[in-house]
């Protein structure tokens, strides 16, 4: 199972910027670009939802409140993902997750099956 740590939340005011990563290891066997990488976020008493996921082929696939304000991005040779998080709102504080699977990349939390521990992001004013 891939191991996964999140690094770089914080406190951020609306309209700002914030980039998050998360260093993966323990890929065992198979090439780091066959497993699809994510981030998902949890604010308090809401569901765990899917924010932007990347394939190993660099294909993205972004929640529709997140879109043209988040990027995610993946660096292979350093075994890192990223997401850049800009214009933020009120809405977007929350633990951000990052996930891994082995496979295809659904936008869907129950498919995968390595997690890190979390990255607050909090609102300030």
């Known amino acids: 199972q891939v191991q996964l740590v999140e690094s770089g939340g914080g406190s951020v005011q609306a309209g700002g910027s914030l980039r998050l990563s998360c260093a993966a290891s323990?890929?065992?066997?198979?090439?780091?670009?066959?497993?699809?990488m994510g981030w998902f976020r949890q604010a308090p008493g809401k569901e765990r939802e899917g924010v932007a996921v990347?394939?190993?082929?660099?294909?993205?696939i972004y929640t529709d409140s997140v879109k043209d304000r988040f990027t995610i991005a993946r660096d292979s040779a350093k075994n890192t993902l990223y997401l850049q998080m800009n214009s933020l709102k009120p809405g977007d504080p929350a633990v951000y997750y990052c996930?891994?699977?082995?496979?295809?990349?659904?936008?869907?939390?129950?498919?995968?099956?390595?997690w890190g521990q979390g990255s607050q992001v909090t609102g300030s004013s």
């Open positions: 990347i394939g190993g082929d660099g294909s993205t």
């Open positions: 323990g890929y065992t066997g198979v090439t780091v670009s066959a497993y699809c």
């Open positions: 996930a891994a699977r082995f496979g295809g990349c659904p936008l869907l939390r129950s498919f995968y099956n390595s």
